[in-house]
Every structure is written in structure tokens, then in C-alpha cells.
């Protein structure tokens, strides 16, 4: 189950969210610690941004701007931020040794181990995205201090990847 904080017009919410393995219309989803049932009738719930849902049994449209600076319900639209995985923060600055997804995908390909030296252009990893190939490369040189994910892992936006110290 991926973890991720989220504020959503100031309030700070502890994400955890996860796809049934049976069944990819199912989400794993907690907030605060409490466990939410939520379905994607259309049968995918992995790469919607404006998508109807089943939450707890009660239909919901949801609606998140593509930069994720908003989010849209019956409720109202409300102001949205996901802060990093690993601290409150936003997306590392140039030069930061943290490699993130650049965009949602599945990884198809990990090229490096920890502990491996790197120089600043070798690739990294290939991550699918709406069956395109992207070549992650690292942005730095220096050694492959953390290498968070595995072949077949999905991966949201700004989750991170690997790091190179």
C-alpha cells in the first residue's frame, strides 16, 4: 500500500492507498488510519483523474486538475496539494539526489542496484505509461544510495523512485 500525505484546503489527511489483486475495480483506501471501501465502476480504478466511484456505497464524481492543484467533488472544489512520500515537503529542487516518477506508470525496468555508481545521463529505470516507454535517467552522478521500487510495481506522480547520493 503506497502512504502519502495530502492537504486538501489546509487540512493534512494520511493517505494509504492499494488495488485488490482479484480485482482491479477495487481500491485500498485509508484515511487517517480508518479503511474506506471504493470502487471504480468502469472496472479500472489505476489511472483515473475524473473518474465516478463508489465510496461506501454512495456514487461520487471526482474530478483532480492534472498538476493536482485542485480537487472537485459535490462538495465543492477545494485547493490540493500531495506532499512527499518520505517528508512534508514539495518535489525536490535540481540537483536533489531523489529521483521521482515524472508521471503515473507501471516500472518495467530497473537497470541499477544500491550501491552502484552512476554518472549524471545513464539510465536508471523504464517506467510504462499509457504503453509508452519512458527512460528514467539519473540526474546526477554518484552512488544509488536507495532504490525504492521493483519490475511491475505501479507508481504514482512524485512517488520516489530511487536515490543517488
Do not use: C, Y
Not at 507501471?106 to 541499477?112: F, K, L, M, N
Not at 544510495?145 to 523512485?161: D, I
Request: no cysteine; aromatic share 4%; net charge negative.
Amino acid at each position: 500500500m503506497k502512504k502519502l500525505t495530502v492537504q486538501v484546503d489546509g487540512g493534512l489527511f494520511e493517505i494509504g492507498l492499494g488495488i485488490q489483486p482479484a480485482h482491479a475495480a477495487d481500491l485500498v483506501v485509508e484515511v487517517d488510519g480508518r479503511k474506506i471501501h471504493v470502487q471504480s465502476p468502469n472496472g479500472s480504478a489505476r489511472d483515473a483523474a475524473s473518474e465516478w466511484f463508489i465510496i461506501e456505497g454512495r456514487p461520487v464524481e471526482i474530478s483532480i486538475d492534472e498538476g493536482f492543484g485542485w480537487i472537485e467533488t459535490r462538495w465543492g472544489t477545494f485547493p490540493l496539494r500531495i506532499l512527499d512520500q518520505t517528508r512534508a515537503s514539495a518535489p525536490p529542487h535540481v540537483g536533489d539526489g531523489r529521483v521521482k516518477a515524472p508521471i503515473p506508470g507501471q516500472v518495467t525496468h530497473v537497470a541499477v542496484r544500491q550501491g552502484e555508481d552512476v554518472h549524471a545521463g545513464q539510465p536508471l529505470l523504464v517506467l510504462e505509461a499509457m504503453k509508452m516507454e519512458n527512460e528514467i535517467r539519473a540526474p546526477k552522478p554518484g552512488t544509488v544510495a536507495l532504490v525504492n521500487v521493483k519490475p511491475g510495481q505501479r507508481v504514482a506522480l512524485n512517488e520516489l523512485l530511487l536515490e543517488i547520493q
